[in-house]
């Protein structure tokens, strides 16, 4: 089939944050393509990447980026695709800069961003299972399942508190 969620990392110093984005992908069976491509570093390569991720089946993007994160930026404006920006903490304003940097698009060239960090990087592939299960029926209920089952487990828990406080 191939990759239909592209996660793009400014930086392999990223890859700890990303961890539960790709595990969420896993468990809803996305394929998915992960690359380190720096919108600063490596210029060319992520343009190209932006570039021809529509005709090769790419429907969503994923970037996380720290510091001046234009990674998110920079792959809006090469594609007309859905862009999810993470923004990363990182020296020395604790990742303030990269959510200022995602959140103030210019206006005409979206990008959705999340999260910062670790809840970030799960909520970055339920958004793009999301968009997925737009036109996939399946996907659709697995994600309804999914919240069911989260769902369960904050009652459950709210159950078990009240339980131990009666006893005491
Ligand atoms: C950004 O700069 C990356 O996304 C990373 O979060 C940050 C620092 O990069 P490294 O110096 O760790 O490579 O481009």
């Given at each position: 089939m191939g990759a239909k969620v592209a996660v793009l990392m400014g930086s392999r110093s990223d890859l700890p944050?990303?961890?539960?984005?790709?595990?969420?992908?896993?468990?809803?069976?996305i394929e998915f393509e992960g690359r380190v491509l720096s919108a600063h570093r490596t210029p060319e390569e992520a343009a190209e990447f932006a570039r021809s991720a529509?005709?090769?089946?790419?429907?969503?993007?994923?970037?996380a980026a720290g510091m001046a994160a234009h990674l998110a930026g920079?792959?809006?404006?090469?594609?007309?695709?859905?862009?999810?920006?993470?923004?990363?903490?990182?020296?020395?304003?604790?990742?303030?800069d990269s959510l200022l940097s995602m959140v103030q698009m210019p206006p005409g060239i979206p990008v959705a961003v999340v999260s910062a960090g670790k809840a970030g990087a799960q909520n970055a592939a339920l958004l793009a299972v999301s968009i997925i299960a737009t036109s996939d029926s399946g996907l659709s209920?697995?994600?309804?399942?999914?919240?069911?089952?989260?769902?369960?487990?904050?009652?459950?828990?709210?159950?078990?508190?009240s339980q131990s406080l009666e006893m005491k």
């Amino acid at each position: 089939m191939g990759a239909k969620v592209a996660v793009l990392m400014g930086s392999r110093s990223d890859l700890p944050v990303l961890e539960k984005c790709f595990e969420t992908l896993k468990e809803f069976g996305i394929e998915f393509e992960g690359r380190v491509l720096s919108a600063h570093r490596t210029p060319e390569e992520a343009a190209e990447f932006a570039r021809s991720a529509e005709r090769r089946g790419i429907k969503v993007f994923i970037c996380a980026a720290g510091m001046a994160a234009h990674l998110a930026g920079v792959m809006a404006s090469f594609t007309t695709l859905p862009v999810i920006g993470i923004p990363i903490a990182s020296e020395p304003f604790n990742g303030i800069d990269s959510l200022l940097s995602m959140v103030q698009m210019p206006p005409g060239i979206p990008v959705a961003v999340v999260s910062a960090g670790k809840a970030g990087a799960q909520n970055a592939a339920l958004l793009a299972v999301s968009i997925i299960a737009t036109s996939d029926s399946g996907l659709s209920a697995r994600l309804k399942e999914y919240r069911e089952r989260q769902k369960a487990k904050v009652l459950a828990a709210d159950k078990e508190l009240s339980q131990s406080l009666e006893m005491k």
